[in-house]
């Protein structure tokens, strides 16, 4: 069996999103593959099977059918189709603000195709992000000023609407436990990404033990919390590079990452590319808006 990663290219590299039209003319096969990006589909005309590990979706016009992180799946058609497929990086939509959300989304206990019933048992909610889908391709094909605040509006909304209408919980449950508690955390982390920040130091404002401490954060957050703080330290990185005149060297100073291989290593895994290709991009971006 073939599988292969398939690599999602942005037009936009700050918004990490690709959504496009599409259209089939005769029957087609896609071999099986995976991607970092959760993906939604949007039957517009015709009818797709796309298939997800051991399921079968069966899919016609109005239909939505969404996909998780990495999920192993392929499709067919066998008669024309028009569809839209909008694939996008789950991280870059959270802030500090709402971050502890992504757990949900995170797939700790179940696919997040399994969270598909609830397009197939309401159509109200099929409907909604049907035409959050539409919305966001006309947001990034107009191009309007301000069309990155929409689409990042919609992205939210869907994520919201699929939050708020899980009834069978497929989504990774929140327990009753009280995030506010991390908040002092999270405030120290974005007042000291200059630094180097120790775990030691945050579990005291926690007021837990180290070994505590790092299972609840992650528990809660649905990162570790060395991964949360790298994470924070790359988009602090992001907008120096674009706001600031600083060479890369700078940067990482900057952000509390002076050394350079652990930088560029931490960079590439969010953005898939180096700090001056990031750069370059932007600029090229730029150039035509």
């Known amino acids: 069996m073939e599988i292969y990663n398939e690599k999602v290219v942005y037009e936009n590299p700050l918004l990490s999103l690709r959504i496009f039209r599409t259209t089939r003319e005769i029957e087609h096969y896609t071999n099986w593959h995976y991607h970092k990006q959760l993906e ?27 996909l998780g992180a990495s999920e192993l799946h392929r499709d067919r058609n066998l008669e ?22 992504i757990r949900y989304f995170t797939e700790t206990r179940l696919p997040l195709s399994q969270a598909n019933y609830m397009f197939k048992e309401n159509q109200a909610v099929q409907q909604q992000a049907a035409s959050c889908i539409r919305q966001i391709l006309q947001e990034a094909t107009r191009k309007e000023t301000g069309y990155e605040l929409a689409v990042s509006l919609l992205i939210k909304q869907i994520l919201l609407l699929l939050l708020r209408n899980d009834n069978r919980q497929v989504l ?118």
């Open 172 to 289: 990774a449950r929140q327990d009753n436990f009280d995030r506010l508690r991390l908040k002092p955390v999270l405030d120290y982390v974005e007042q000291h990404l200059t630094d180097r920040i120790q775990v030691e130091e945050v579990c005291k404002i926690a007021n837990m033990s180290y070994y505590y401490f790092v299972k609840y954060f992650k528990k809660t957050i649905g990162l570790s919390f060395t991964e949360y703080v790298n994470y924070r330290k790359i988009k602090w990185a992001e907008r120096i590079l674009l706001t600031k005149d600083l060479s890369i060297s700078e940067v990482g100073e900057r952000i509390g990452m002076p050394n350079m291989a652990h930088f560029y290593k931490m960079f590439k895994k969010h953005n898939e590319c180096s700090p001056k290709q990031f750069q370059r991009k932007m600029l090229v971006w730029n150039r035509h808006m």
């Open 80 to 101: 024309p189709l028009d569809y839209i497929v909008l694939q996008f990086d789950l991280e870059h939509f959270f802030d500090q603000s709402t971050i502890a959300y």
């Open 40 to 66: 939604l589909l949007l039957i517009l005309s015709g009818s797709l099977d796309v298939y997800v590990a051991e399921d079968m979706y069966q899919l016609h016009a109005g239909d939505v059918l969404l």
